[in-house]
């Protein structure tokens, strides 16, 4: 990261020239603005999505345990193979300007993942759609063990449904905001898969996150030395994020408890 290596021959140290020159680029900063646009909505919906599915699923419906299942497997999927799908579906000539065409909603189809205002948050949904999953199993073992002398006692004392949720079961939920806090955090900042199989970074670099750039500068530019930099400042901010959030919802867990 100090130095101007190119992948062979010799190289230089050159100090911070390459970070000079990461916080001075306008490609970088969109990449890591693009990358906080990807993190922070990823982060609130992806806890928002999985905490309603676990409460959905969480009552005693016959087929539970089968649309857990269906909403879990895109988690364990491979990311690349994931994008594909959706690069089809999102395509100009694919399945869902095909729907909107037969719906007489023809004005509404564009290239989802061509337009710099719409890719992006394709690239959201995308991240949304195989993680919500994972979140929801987390937040289902948490509902898991919560006693249910607690709704019992509370129903007794005329507590209404709103006020289980918000004094029982989100109290409760703690640990489990934690785990998926951090882990969705980490998630969210790397985010590399779905902008290569969505974008590869267009159109024209607005869909570039840390990841991808990193990607790019060292592997298809060979700059190695400004590469590991990008990839230095991602790691740290990571970092960073994970372990501060990670202190403070333990800390707000022992204060509960």
Not at 169 to 189: D, E, K, N, W, Y
Request: aromatic residues 12%.
């Amino acid at each position: 990261a100090f130095t101007d290596f190119k992948g062979i021959g010799d190289y230089n140290f050159i100090g911070l020239d390459n970070f000079k020159k990461i916080f001075q680029s306008r490609t970088d900063w969109l990449a890591l603005t693009n990358t906080l646009k990807l993190a922070i909505p990823f982060l609130i919906l992806v806890n928002v999505i999985g905490l309603v599915l676990a409460l959905m699923l969480f009552k005693k419906l016959k087929t539970r345990n089968i649309l857990r299942s269906v909403y879990f497997i895109p988690a364990v999927m491979i990311p690349l193979a994931v994008t594909q799908v959706w690069k089809y579906i999102l395509n100009y000539d694919g399945p869902l300007n095909l729907i909107l065409r037969s719906a007489g909603l023809e004005a509404w189809c564009k290239n989802w993942l061509g337009d710099a205002d719409t890719a992006l948050w394709c690239i959201l949904f995308v991240m949304l759609w195989q993680n919500a999953g994972y979140a929801m199993i987390i937040f289902n073992a948490g509902l898991s063990s919560i006693p249910e002398d607690l709704y019992e006692a509370s129903a007794i004392d005329g507590a209404s449904p709103w006020q289980k949720f918000k004094r029982i079961t989100i109290p409760m939920l703690a640990p489990s905001f934690t785990i998926v806090i951090t882990l969705m955090t980490v998630t969210g900042l790397r985010v590399f898969d779905q902008v290569l199989g969505l974008t590869g970074g267009g159109p024209a670099g607005t869909t570039q996150t840390l990841a991808s750039d990193f990607y790019m500068q060292t592997w298809t530019l060979s700059n190695y030395g400004y590469g590991t930099a990008l990839a230095l400042i991602l790691t740290v901010l990571v970092s960073v994020a994970g372990v501060s959030q990670s202190v403070a919802l333990s800390k707000k867990e022992d204060n509960m408890s």
